[in-house]
């Protein structure tokens, strides 16, 4: 009689598909806070860049924008991109905080958009700091001058924009790992 | 009654092990070959672009009455710092995928797949980065900027400037291989846990 109102684990000894897979580690809190980080280093990095207009009158007005490079045009819509794209993976880890059932998929999920994000993040960081290197080392080679001892507010602003892009990326790769981990601790052994 | 239950549940049990066994050599033979596509490709972006050279002949008037001195000039892939950090990455690339793929050729322990899966994203940033680095500065040096006064040189230096685009396209494709790593191993995780 004891026996069968006993829970049912003697019997379903071994593990079934759902019912006894390891809950495996729960970094959802963090995964919040790191795409927040990554929202506000997207923000500062396009809100930054895009101010840097400068105007130098050497006589004639010459001014630097960051429209003028494709490799910045480029930078900016990337991370604008990558800025929408945390908003939504923000709101979706929030609600996989409150709905637990959906987790191991949206884990998945993560990882897959992360990694194209990252590629795309990274990217934008490589170009816009190749082009700012170029500018302001210069190119003896092929004649190209440098422009940051003239233009240093821009040269400013185009640099702070791609350090924060370059943390960013960072973010990003965590974002990455604590995926991947919180995946690998559900595996059953 | 309970012995049949038991016994049906062996049997989806050890079909669902052999399913997930077979699934898991499957991913991990595509696993093998991904990565030696992978570090092929890197391999040969950088030799492409590390064999690269060319000299041209440049006229220059230095007095209006002489005629124009002939200046060979040379490009060489190693005049443009982001041509370096292109083939250093490349060459990084190239030392992984060989390392991880003879780490994979042997048993696969858990700690070995958290380290690969560490690296792998590091190396899909680092490659992704180089290419964006070397595709804006051959973009300069395709089209110049005018707002800056950089003027182009692939109309004088064609051969060098068209095996620079194949070396960067080759690189593409080599980081989308890497990126195809990272993603294929969790794949399979997931279907490792339900």
């Known amino acids: ?189 | 009654m309970e012995g049949q239950r038991k016994g049906s549940f062996n049997v989806m049990e050890g079909s669902e092990a052999n399913g997930k066994r077979w699934c898991g050599s499957v991913v991990r033979t595509c696993d093998l070959v991904l990565r030696l596509l992978a570090f092929l490709l890197t391999l040969v972006a950088a030799v492409v672009i590390g064999a690269d050279k060319q000299t041209a002949v440049v006229p220059i008037k230095l007095v209006e009455s002489m005629p124009p001195l002939y200046v060979p000039v040379a490009a060489k892939w190693h005049y443009l710092s982001a041509f370096v950090y292109f083939v250093g990455a490349n060459a990084m690339a190239c030392t992984y995928a060989t390392l991880s793929l003879l780490l994979s050729l042997g048993k696969r322990r858990k700690w070995m797949e958290t380290v690969i899966t560490v690296l792998d994203t590091l190396m899909v940033a680092l490659l992704f980065s180089s290419n964006g680095a070397a595709i804006a500065v051959g973009l300069l040096g395709l089209q110049g900027n005018s707002h800056v006064h950089w003027n182009k040189v692939c109309n004088m230096f064609g051969k060098f400037c068209d095996q620079v685009a194949a070396s960067l396209f080759i690189s593409l494709l080599g980081s989308i291989t890497f990126l195809l790593l990272l993603l294929l191993p969790q794949l399979f995780r997931l279907k490792q846990t339900t």
């Open chain 1, 1 to 189: 009689m004891a026996s069968t109102d006993k829970p049912v684990d003697t019997e379903y000894s071994r593990p079934t598909s759902s019912a006894q897979a390891p809950a495996g580690v729960d970094l959802f809190k963090f995964d919040v806070i790191l795409r927040f980080l990554l929202f506000a280093a997207s923000l500062v990095s396009v809100v930054v860049i895009v101010t840097g207009n400068e105007t130098k009158y050497i006589p004639l007005p010459r001014p630097a924008k960051f429209r003028y490079s494709p490799a910045f045009v480029y930078f900016v819509a990337a991370l604008s991109v990558a800025g929408l794209y945390s908003i939504i993976t923000t709101l979706a880890s929030l609600y996989a905080i409150k709905n637990p059932a959906l987790k191991a998929k949206l884990l998945l999920y993560f990882i897959l958009w992360d990694a194209l994000i990252l590629g795309i993040i990274a990217s934008a960081t490589g170009t816009a700091g190749g082009v700012a290197y170029v500018g302001l080392k210069g190119n003896k080679h092929v004649n190209w001058n440098k422009i940051c001892n003239v233009y240093d507010k821009f040269c400013r602003h185009v640099g702070a924009s791609v350090a924060v892009a370059l943390f960013g990326s960072i973010v990003t790769v965590l974002l990455i790992w604590i995926s991947a981990y919180s995946l690998h601790s559900r595996v059953p052994k």
